[in-house]
């Protein structure tokens, strides 16, 4: 599954290398022009967007929502002030897996 984490700092590298060290393939962004960039290269599977996203982690969700390309793509947005701890890999799974059996009933 391919993993899209935006967020505007590097100190969030550690979600990626946690993503990789569990076989998902994760790639990070610093914005959201660079997240529909990354997403016009390969659609991703879900998309983890960080509180601190320059247009504000909603709007920002809700850009995604409006385009037919990208409207169907899961998003997870982190609890306020939990940059720093480590993803929880069991929410990533399960969103993934629940996007999964819903593709499979359409």
Do not use: C
């Amino acid at each position: 599954s391919r993993i899209l984490i935006v967020e505007p700092n590097a100190r969030i590298g550690h979600w990626k290398r946690q993503l990789r060290q569990e076989g998902y393939e994760a790639e990070d962004v610093r914005n959201s022009v660079e997240a529909v960039r990354a997403l016009r290269a390969q659609i991703g599977d879900l998309i983890l967007l960080d509180s601190e996203v320059p247009l504000g982690r909603l709007r920002t969700a809700r850009i995604f929502r409006l385009h037919d390309k990208y409207n169907s793509i899961p998003m997870v947005l982190p609890l306020l002030g939990k940059a720093d701890e480590e993803i929880d890999l069991n929410l990533v799974s399960s969103t993934l897996a629940q996007d999964s059996a819903l593709s499979a009933k359409v």
